[in-house]
Antibody, heavy 120, light 107 residues
Framework: QITLKESGPTLVKPTQTLTLTCTFS??????????VGWIRQPPGKALEWLAL???????RFSPSLKSRLTITKDTFKSQVVLTMTNVDPADTATYYC????????????WGQGTLVTVSS | AIQMTQSPSSLSASVGDRVTITCRAS??????LAWYQQKPGKAPKLLIF???ILQSGVPSRFSGSGSGTDFTLTLSSLQPEDFATYYC?????????FGQGTKVEFK
């Protein structure tokens, strides 16, 4: 059974750094072709892709957020960590992590999401 | 970045109706398109990938078609559980981009 779960703070102050952890089970990030990505959704708005970490340590980022994002993996702990610096109220959103496999199957399994509010 | 334009942004339909949602890419993406269904407070669910391949477990009333820049998601006979918001996603090139969503509401 494949599961993913996001964890992190629910409230962050502007200019602070947000750290989110995706803990997954049922697959491994050492398998060729596997990746874990982050997607967010501001309240009432559309989905926005943020970043992707692959099995081979390749990383991809949204250009609009690249300067503020870091993504790392811990294969042994089955975790992917997303860090976003200098947060702003516009970063208030539900953050999801999701698995992708290969080059043709996009995000097939998703976490439940975690709502992060940026406010002073 | 490739822009994905969905239409309509919302629609009203009844149970049993045939529903069609379209997604247009700002440049050719071959068949690198997926469709997701999202219900309020829930994570998106993958319905179709590679433009027309039905994800395992998804009812056959869902179908996808298209290639290049124009894509379609069709629900052949709308069921009560299908009232939701639908998103397309292009994974042809980075940055990955979603459409703005189509909300399917009860008429």
């Amino acid at each position: 059974q494949i599961t993913l779960k996001e964890s992190g703070p629910t409230l962050v102050k502007p200019t602070q750094t947000l750290t989110l952890t995706c803990t997954f089970s049922g697959f491994t990030l050492s398998t060729t072709g596997v990746g874990v990505g982050w997607i967010r959704q501001p309240p009432g708005k559309a989905l926005e892709w943020l970043a992707l970490m692959f099995w081979n340590d390749d990383k991809r980022f949204s250009p609009s957020l690249k300067s503020r994002l870091t993504i790392t993996k811990d294969t042994f702990k089955s975790q992917v960590v997303l860090t976003m610096t200098n947060v702003d109220p516009a970063d208030t959103a539900t953050y999801y992590c999701a698995r992708r496999v290969g080059t043709t199957t996009p995000f097939d399994y998703w976490g439940q999401g975690t709502l992060v509010t940026v406010s002073s | 970045a490739i822009q994905m334009t969905q239409s309509p942004s919302s629609l009203s339909a009844s149970v049993g109706d045939r529903v069609t949602i379209t997604c247009r890419a700002s440049q050719g993406i071959r068949n690198a398109l997926a469709w997701y269904q999202q219900k309020p407070g829930k994570a998106p669910k993958l319905l179709i990938f590679a433009a027309s391949i039905l994800q395992s477990g998804v009812p056959s009333r869902f179908s996808g078609s298209g290639s290049g820049t124009d894509f379609t998601l069709t629900l052949s006979s709308l069921q009560p559980e299908d009232f939701a918001t639908y998103y397309c996603l292009q994974d042809y090139s980075y940055p990955l981009t979603f459409g703005q969503g189509t909300k399917v509401e009860f008429k």
